[in-house]
């Protein structure tokens, strides 16, 4: 499958269809809390963790919790 946007190639139909997404306007996951959408399902995860304060990532030197991965590699760096 081929995007007619950018040319790139993908092997599954599935990950074509969430590819497209990136170039329209589709947001076919919504927040049930607050009505944000989001064009694909891990962004809505993501987003949730805003509302149910979980933090499933910790830093293995201090403990601290963070709701992602990017801001604890983040924050070990600093």
Same mark, same amino acid.
């Given at each position: $499958? =081929? #995007?007619?946007?950018? +040319? /790139?190639? $993908?092997?599954? /139909?599935?990950? $074509? ?6 170039? &329209? ?6 927040c049930v809390?607050?009505?944000? !959408?989001?064009?694909? +399902? +891990?962004?809505? @995860?993501?987003?949730? /963790?805003?509302? &149910?304060?979980? =933090?499933?990532? @910790? #830093?293995?030197? #201090? !403990? ?9 590699? /983040?924050?070990? =760096?600093?």
């Amino acid at each position: $499958f =081929k #995007c007619s946007d950018c +040319s /790139r190639v $993908f092997r599954h /139909r599935v990950s $074509f269809i969430s590819h497209m997404r990136k170039h &329209s306007n589709q947001r076919p996951y919504v927040c049930v809390q607050c009505n944000n !959408a989001f064009k694909d +399902s +891990s962004a809505l @995860t993501k987003h949730q /963790r805003v509302h &149910s304060g979980l =933090k499933p990532y @910790t #830093c293995p030197l #201090c !403990a601290r919790a963070f709701s992602q991965s990017t801001n604890v590699n /983040r924050h070990l =760096k600093t």
